[in-house]
């Protein structure tokens, strides 16, 4: 395969397509072919609202994103033997050993333990304050876990150990705040806060000098405003008037620049050409100068489907992802046969809440990052410019 320099175009029309008719503000996207920068662009305005430009190199909140850097900490620090995949997770949370389930709306003791595998992969059992017909979603609204960024990680997820399960360990994938705990789980092991071990183990090796959980001061005017149709803890529900830019004030729950906020799931601030940094280390292992952070070993181990075939297709509550499996780190495609849009066998990757976006296809060496701010979004302009990525390979 080789890109096609007329079809490489299509990405950036395809931007220009959904910024000129309003649903978003800006569109920023970066793709790497074989190592090489395949296409550059960023397109809109910061606040189309307020006719605002673009700042250089604009700053924005990533939510999910967030995820995979977190995961990749836990599979050094397995590497590393400070932690399994199989140990429980009671034997670094205590609290955890005192877990139940909801069973028909009564709690009943789990059958069996919570796993660190189980984090990674989603089926702990937890669930996130938006999903749909959940009581224990419920419950997490109750304590406003979406809600309050003054909350440290510690006293968050001592929260969360109070509720009860969805579902028994093991048992079902179900999008959660299972890294959450994981991040915690890291914190107790290391000695360190998760804003140390990100910064040390994945930031600074990577470059990734505009990446962080927090904006210094004199760098504040580079943040992207945030637009959308919900805030983060609302429940799911079908949106079916055309999108549109709504202005939002997101600062309670994402805080620019507290020195305590920090999150596994969620709340880390970055670039297109910072996370552009950090895919290398999904693909080899190895940051753009080679530093090996990850073995060669636990780069293919981590990319392996890890949901058996009675637990999919894999849905994010009223949003589907068919042909997808999870792996360590992210979603995993294992069937085009059922997918919605242009992609290929092993293609992975995961998004944000806030409309961004990245895929790593590490056989095809094709990568891509989409930046844009925008809750509650119902145009998938992240998988929109993956497709157009991937139209612009044509056999040689």
């Known amino acids: 395969m080789k890109p096609d320099s007329a079809r490489v175009r299509n990405i950036g029309q395809i931007a220009q397509k959904h910024v000129s008719s309003g649903e978003f503000s800006s569109i920023e996207w970066a793709v790497d072919y074989a190592g090489k920068a395949l296409s550059r662009g960023a397109i809109g305005q910061s606040d189309a609202l307020n006719s605002v430009p673009l700042a250089d190199n604009p700053v924005y909140r ?16 397995i590497e590393e033997g400070l932690l399994g995949l199989g140990h429980p997770l009671a034997l670094y949370l205590p609290a955890a050993g005192k877990l139940k389930v909801l069973v028909d709306g009564r709690e009943q003791p789990v059958s069996k333990p919570v796993t660190i595998e189980h984090l990674l992969t989603h089926r702990a059992g937890f669930s996130y304050d938006f999903l749909p017909d959940c009581a224990v979603a419920v419950l997490y ?15 968050m997820v001592d929260v969360i150990l109070t509720c009860s399960l969805t579902a028994e360990p093991g048992s079902e994938w179900r999008y959660s705040y299972s ?34 959980f927090k904006i210094a001061t004199d760098q504040q005017h580079r943040m992207m405003p945030m637009f959308g149709q919900k805030i983060l803890g609302d429940p799911m529900t079908v949106i079916t008037k055309p999108q549109q830019l709504y202005a939002m004030n997101v600062d309670a729950a994402h805080p620019l620049d507290s020195d305590t906020f920090a999150r596994g799931g969620h709340g880390l601030y970055s670039t297109a050409s910072d996370y552009m940094r950090f895919l290398p280390v999904l693909m080899s292992g190895k940051t753009n100068d080679g530093t090996v952070l990850l073995s060669a070993p636990m780069v293919d181990m981590m990319w392996q489907n890890r949901i058996p075939e009675s637990q999919r297709p894999l849905a994010v509550g009223i949003n589907p992802l068919p042909g997808y499996g999870w792996n360590l780190f992210g979603r995993v495609m294992t069937d085009t046969g059922q ?3 242009l992609t290929c066998v092993g293609e992975g990757g995961w998004a944000g809440a806030a409309s961004t976006y990245f895929w790593v296809d590490r056989d095809r060496q094709l990568s ?19 497709s157009a990525a991937y139209q612009a390979l044509v056999n040689s």
């Open 368 to 386: 891509g990052v989409v930046m844009t701010q925008y809750l509650g979004a119902t145009v998938p302009v992240g998988d929109f410019i993956k």
């Open 62 to 77: 990533i939510y999910s994103m967030t995820k995979p850097v977190v995961s990749v900490l836990a599979l050094q620090l």
């Open 179 to 212: 890294i959450d705990v994981l991040a915690r789980v890291l914190e107790v092991v290391s000695g360190k806060t998760l804003q140390q071990l990100v910064a040390e183990r994945l930031l600074d090796p990577c470059g990734m000098a505009d990446t962080g």
């Open 339 to 341: 997918a919605l849009s």
């Open 141 to 155: 609204g109750k304590q406003r876990l979406a809600e309050d960024g003054n909350r440290t990680l510690a006293d």
